[in-house]
């Protein structure tokens, strides 16, 4: 193995950016439980204006970055979710899939997850992290990892 799995801080809300993205999909595939929200982590988090409402029509999704993260947001009729962009599975950008209901199907090849758990449908081992959204006038604003 190329790498070692103890560079990852454990709960950390994404596998490293800066790593190839072979290796980010390798490791997605390895430590599926580092996928946690903010809230789960405990993390200390930054709101970030993201996206008007007016961008996200109900039953569509967006891809956003939040202070260099990839965020992916979906409105399910009127109520704002947000995750991270990144699919686990090779990376395909979650904000460019297909929102059907409360599940995102991402347009590389397939997988499905929930846009309110973060969890995949076939398997809730892989999971991406929720963020928080909050939505303040007509702006959408999403929390992420003060320490991102
Ligand atoms: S990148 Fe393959 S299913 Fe998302």
């Not at 950016?17 to 980010?24: F, T």
Request: proline share 7%.
């Amino acid at each position: 193995m190329p790498y070692s799995l103890y560079e990852i801080k454990p709960f950390t809300h994404q596998v490293p950016s800066k790593l190839p993205l072979n290796l980010r999909r390798d490791l997605s595939k390895l430590t599926p439980r580092i996928y946690r929200s903010n809230r789960e982590q405990g993390a200390m988090t930054k709101r970030i204006t993201v996206a008007k409402i007016t961008d996200l029509e109900p039953g569509s999704c967006l891809s956003v970055e939040a202070d260099g993260i990839g965020v992916a947001l979906f409105n399910v009729n009127g109520r704002i979710y947000a995750l991270d962009n990144t699919c686990p599975h090779a990376g395909g950008p979650l904000g460019e899939g297909t929102l059907a209901g409360e599940v995102v199907e991402c347009p590389w090849h397939g997988w499905r997850y929930s846009v309110t758990t973060g969890e995949r449908l076939e398997n809730p081992e892989f999971k991406v992290a929720c963020y928080e959204v909050q939505v303040t006038g007509d702006l959408i604003q999403v929390s992420v990892p003060a320490n991102s």
